[in-house]
T-cell receptor, first 113, second 113 residues
Framework: DSGVTQTPKHLITATGQRVTLRCSPR?????VYWYQQSLDQGLQFLIQ???????AKGNILERFSAQQFPDLHSELNLSSLELGDSALYFC????????????FGPGTRLTVL | AQSVTQLDSQVPVFEEAPVELRCNYS??????LFWYVQYPNQGLQLLLK????STLVKGINGFEAEFNKSQTSFHLRKPSVHISDTAEYFC???????????WGAGTKLIIKP
């Protein structure tokens, strides 16, 4: 158990819909990272937050957004969903912004029908 | 920009045989290198990391990796694999000016009984 929790575990929705994925980092970790893992794209870094502020952006679509709240939990919002958004979405956390081990949550499996 | 190449998408090996999973990265002044493992239906967890010091790094579950600066490689090895090592292994690199992790495409280790 990494100490990172993600909800829900599974999510099934339809094209055009909007969903919110939630992540609680390990106690004391200030950085949260979001990743998308799909069969065709592999593991893709989406975005990082540090202590409530956006720190780095990866291959995140404009239809996707994220935020980190004062209690350090984070939410990833996916809107206007397409079939190709079906994937595993992982959240990871680390203590700070410098190089550190990232601790991964169990993931949310999103299926868009 | 940094890039990471995992040369094999799948590596089949017999149980109790040795294995090497290859990882090459694009050169940089200094790098930090990681191997993560993803067991079926789970998130990623850190196997080992190289930040500085000895180029031979030992990790969990009997794995080790050697940092070779001249060949820009960080290959992962285990002298004798077990069926429980069946997983996907990811190599990741971070540069000194950018702490973001750049991920390889992953290598599936398939253990044959």
């Amino acid at each position: 158990d990494s100490g990172v929790t993600q909800t829900p575990k599974h999510l099934i929705t339809a094209t055009g819909q909007r969903v919110t994925l939630r992540c609680s980092p390990r106690s004391g970790d200030l950085s949260v990272y979001w990743y998308q893992q799909s069969l065709d794209q592999g593991l893709q870094f989406l975005i990082q937050y540090y202590n409530g502020e956006e720190r780095a952006k990866g291959n995140i679509l404009e239809r996707f957004s994220a935020q980190q709240f004062p209690d350090l939990h984070s939410e990833l919002n996916l809107s206007s969903l397409e079939l190709g958004d079906s994937a595993l979405y992982f959240c990871a956390s680390s203590p700070g912004v410098s190089i550190n081990e990232q601790f991964f949550g169990p993931g949310t499996r999103l299926t868009v029908l | 920009a940094q890039s990471v190449t995992q040369l094999d998408s799948q590596v089949p090996v017999f149980e109790e045989a040795p294995v090497e999973l290859r990882c090459n990265y694009s050169s940089s002044v200094s790098v930090y290198l990681f191997w993560y493992v993803q067991y079926p239906n789970q998130g990623l967890q850190l196997l080992l990391k190289y930040l500085s010091g000895s180029t031979l790094v030992k990790g969990i579950n009997g794995f080790e990796a050697e940092f070779n600066k001249s060949q820009t490689s960080f290959h992962l090895r285990k002298p004798s694999v077990h069926i429980s090592d069946t997983a996907e292994y990811f190599c990741a690199v971070s540069g000194d000016s950018n702490y973001q992790l750049i991920w390889g495409a992953g290598t599936k280790l398939i253990i044959k009984p």
